[in-house]
């Protein structure tokens, strides 16, 4: 069945550091890809979305480009702030109607 | 308007008792979901609703699990004879339509159970 790998965690990183949080789905078909961030005591609310190929999905300065050819959709982001303190989950929606969530990957970020 | 809200936010109950969760989607939007979300286990989906379909049941990981939808809207999840393994935190999310790979699903703040 389909299915959404990425990074363990926690990350720790300090301010202004080169963000990365790999991510890589098993699926049948063209799935649109996401990322769903987690603040603190929040909930889950959505980063950024890709829903073809070669689409580049962006967002408060992160970003993650649709690969097929290495079924990934990694995401980064150039500085990173102490406000990006969260949880990320990598998901993928293959049209039947439910998301496939990674397990997701805790981000921390020193002042 | 407003988001999707849940409740109660919190909940502490004891083995073998039943729990009734809350959930009161965006207005307007037609699919309701609800997931799991167990510490280290990310998020597992548990039940779909869409308009006046039957459900997708599913995920759902025992018969003491079961959810309605009353008039479209509002959805009620219900745990019955808790056990320990059940503490979680149940999220509900909403759509405006369904069957579309590209549609966002907007969640819920969550109701954290917790099962003494």
């Known amino acids: 069945g389909d299915s959404v790998t990425q990074m363990e965690g926690p990350v720790t990183l300090s301010e202004e550091a080169f963000l990365t949080i790999n991510c890589t789905y098993t699926?049948?078909?063209?799935?649109?890809l996401f990322w769903y961030v987690q603040y603190p005591g929040e909930g889950l609310q959505l980063l950024l979305k890709a829903t073809k190929a070669d689409d580049k999905g962006s967002n408060k300065g992160f970003e993650a480009t649709y690969r097929k050819e290495t079924t990934s959709f990694h995401l980064e982001k150039g500085s990173v702030q102490v406000s990006d303190s969260a949880v990320y989950f990598c998901a993928l929606n293959n049209g039947d109607d439910k998301i496939i969530f990674g397990k997701g990957t805790r981000l921390h970020i020193l002042p | 308007g407003a988001g999707v809200s849940q409740s109660p936010s919190n909940k502490v109950t004891e083995k073998g008792k039943d729990v009734e969760l809350r959930c009161d989607p965006i207005?307007?939007?037609?699919?309701l979901y609800w997931y799991r979300q167990s510490l280290g286990q990310g998020l597992e989906f548990l039940i779909y609703f869409q308009g006046n379909s039957a459900p997708d049941k599913s995920g759902l990981p025992s018969d003491r699990f079961s959810a309605e939808r009353t008039g479209g809207s509002v959805s009620t999840l219900t745990i019955q004879r808790t056990q320990q393994e059940d503490s979680a935190v149940y999220l509900c999310?909403?759509?405006?339509?369904?069957?579309?790979?590209?549609?966002?699903?907007?969640f819920g703040p969550g109701t954290r159970l917790t099962v003494l």
């Open positions: 207005s307007g939007h037609t699919a």
């Open positions: 999310a909403s759509s405006p339509r369904s069957g579309g790979r590209t549609d966002t699903q907007y």
């Open positions: 699926a049948t078909g063209y799935p649109s």
